[in-house]
C-alpha cells in the first residue's frame, strides 16, 4: 500500500472531493471517524427530539413515566439505536453503495424497489417535518404571519446544502459543531436551574414502548446510514462515527425534552409547549437560533438521500436535479403538514425497518460475509422476506404505535390470537431478535440443502 503525504495536491484533491453525479462513477472515501460522529452528530441534535419526548414521558396513553425511568429509557434506546444505526454504515463503507442500493443484495434489484419506495416516503416526509420546525422556531422568534417565507427559505437552503454533500460534512466539522456544543450546554443550565420533581415519582409501567420511541428515531436514519459511509475510509470509522455521534446527541436532546415537560412547560403532554418554553428562557432565543440553523442539516440529510434511494430504481439521473425536485416537494408539504399526525406516521415507517435490517446485519455480516451481488442483475433472495415480515409482526403486535386506524387494525388482530403484551416486552428489541434469529435459521438450513 502507497501512502499519500497530506501536504500532496492527491491528497488535497481527495479531501476537496464531492460526491459522485450518477450511480456508475466510484465514490471518493475522505471521511475519517471523527468526521462522521460530527456528522451523525450533528443529525441528533434536532429540535424533533425534545418534541418527540413527549412519547417518552407518556408513552401511548399510559400513565407518565417517573424521570429517571424515562432518561434509562433514553439512554438504552439510543444506544440499541445507535448501534443499529452503525451496522447500517458497515456495508456502504465497504461496498461504496448507497444504501438502497445495498438491499439488492438481499432481496435483488427489484425486491428492493419495496423498501426503496418506503424510504422515499420516509426520506421526504422527515424532511417537510424538519423544515416545518425550522420555520416554526424562527416564526416564533419574529412573527407567525412570516412562517411560510421561513419554511421556504429553509427548504431553498436544505436543497442548496444537498447538492455538495462532503462540502457540508466538512462545514460541520470545522465550525457548527462548536456553536452547537456550546448551545446545548445553555439550554441544559437554563432548565436545570429551574429545578426537578422526585426522580422516583411516576411509573416504570411504559418503560419498553418509551425505549422503542427513542430507539426509533436513530433506525429512522439506518436506511440512509450507507449513503454518507460510502464515503468513509473504513468499515470501522463508519461504525464509531455513527454510534457514538448519533448516541450522545440523542441521549441530549431527548433528555433536554423530558427534562424541559417536567419543568419550563409544566405539561407532559405538550410537545409543541417544548419550542415555546425554551424560547423563553434568558438567552434561549439565541440557543435556539443556531439549533435552528442547525436543524437544515437534517433536512438536507433527507432530501439527499431521497435523491440517492431514487438512484437505486434511475442510477444515471444526475443527483442535483433530484434534490432541487425532492426539495421542491418537501418545502410545498411543510407548508401544509401537521407536525405531530405526520411525526406519528414517520414512526410507524421507522418500525418497518428495525426488522428488515436485523435481516441485512445477520445475513451480511454472518452469513454471505460480504458476499453480496449488488448489480443490475441481481436476483433476490425472497425467502429473506420472510423474517423481514415475522419481525415486523411482532414489531405491531407489542407496539402498533399511535396512528388509531393502525392500531385498531393491530388490537383486532391482537384479539384474534389471544395475545396480550407483556409490561417487559420492547417492540424494538423482540422484532430484531426474531427476524434475526428467522435469518439465522433459514441461513442454517439453506446450508444444509447445499451440503
Known amino acids: 500500500m502507497t501512502l499519500t503525504d497530506p501536504a500532496s495536491p492527491d491528497a488535497a484533491a481527495a479531501n476537496n472531493a464531492e460526491a459522485p453525479l450518477t450511480l456508475d462513477t466510484a465514490p471518493p472515501q475522505p471521511l475519517g471517524w471523527v468526521d462522521q460522529a460530527v456528522l451523525w452528530g450533528s443529525l441528533g441534535v434536532s429540535l424533533l427530539l425534545p418534541v418527540a419526548a413527549v412519547f417518552v414521558l407518556r408513552p401511548f396513553g399510559l400513565p407518565e413515566l417517573a424521570p429517571i425511568a424515562a432518561l434509562t429509557a433514553i439512554v438504552v434506546g439510543a444506544l ?20 438502497m442500493v445495498l438491499l439488492r443484495g438481499l432481496l435483488g434489484r427489484r425486491g428492493s424497489y419495496l423498501p426503496t419506495g418506503l424510504n422515499l416516503v420516509q426520506c421526504l416526509g422527515w424532511a417537510a417535518l424538519e423544515v416545518f420546525v425550522i420555520a416554526e422556531v424562527a416564526a416564533r422568534l419574529t412573527t407567525p404571519s412570516l412562517r411560510p417565507l421561513f419554511v421556504v427559505l429553509a427548504g431553498v437552503l436544505a436543497t442548496l446544502m444537498a447538492l455538495r454533500p462532503l462540502s457540508v460534512v466538512r462545514v460541520l466539522r470545522r465550525y457548527a459543531g462548536w456553536l452547537v456544543a456550546l448551545a446545548t450546554a445553555y439550554l441544559f443550565y437554563a432548565v436545570l436551574r429551574q429545578g426537578l420533581p422526585p426522580l422516583t415519582r411516576g411509573s416504570w409501567a411504559g418503560f419498553w414502548l418509551a425505549m422503542d420511541v427513542v430507539v426509533a428515531l436513530p433506525a429512522s436514519w439506518a436506511p440512509l446510514a450507507a449513503d454518507y459511509a460510502r464515503h468513509s475510509k473504513s468499515g470501522g470509522a463508519a461504525f ?26 409544566g405539561n407532559p403532554t405538550d410537545p409543541v409547549g417544548v419550542v415555546g418554553a425554551l424560547l423563553a428562557l434568558p438567552v434561549g432565543a439565541l440557543a435556539l437560533v443556531i439549533l435552528a440553523v442547525d436543524e437544515v442539516d437534517e433536512a438536507f440529510a433527507n432530501v439527499y438521500s431521497t435523491a440517492m434511494s431514487v438512484h437505486n430504481i434511475a442510477p444515471r439521473m444526475d443527483r442535483r436535479v433530484l434534490a432541487v425536485v425532492v426539495g421542491a416537494l418537501a418545502t410545498t408539504l411543510g407548508l401544509l403538514v401537521d407536525v ?35 448489480s443490475a442483475t441481481s436476483r433476490g433472495r425472497l425467502v429473506l422476506t420472510i423474517p423481514w415480515a415475522l419481525g415486523f409482526v411482532a414489531y405491531q403486535l407489542i407496539n402498533p404505535g399511535t396512528v388509531s386506524w393502525w392500531v385498531a387494525l393491530w388490537t383486532a388482530v391482537r384479539e384474534a390470537l389471544g395475545f396480550t403484551p407483556a409490561p417487559w416486552m420492547s417492540a424494538s428489541l423482540l422484532s430484531f431478535a426474531v427476524a434475526a434469529l428467522a435469518t439465522g435459521v433459514i441461513g442454517w438450513r439453506g446450508r444444509r440443502l447445499a451440503a
Open 240 to 265: 464509531a462515527g455513527a454510534f457514538v455521534g448519533y448516541s450522545i446527541a440523542a441521549i441530549a436532546y431527548f433528555s433536554l425534552g423530558v427534562l424541559a415537560l417536567l419543568t419550563v412547560v
Open 80 to 99: 440499541v439505536g445507535s448501534a443499529l444505526l452503525g451496522l447500517a454504515a458497515v456495508p456502504g463503507a465497504r461496498t461504496g453503495a448507497p444504501a
Open 340 to 374: 405531530i399526525a405526520y411525526e406519528s406516521f414517520l414512526l410507524l415507517i421507522g418500525s418497518v425497518f428495525v426488522p428488515l435490517f436485523a435481516v441485512v446485519a445477520v445475513d451480511y455480516f454472518l452469513l454471505r460475509r460480504g458476499a453480496w451481488d449488488l
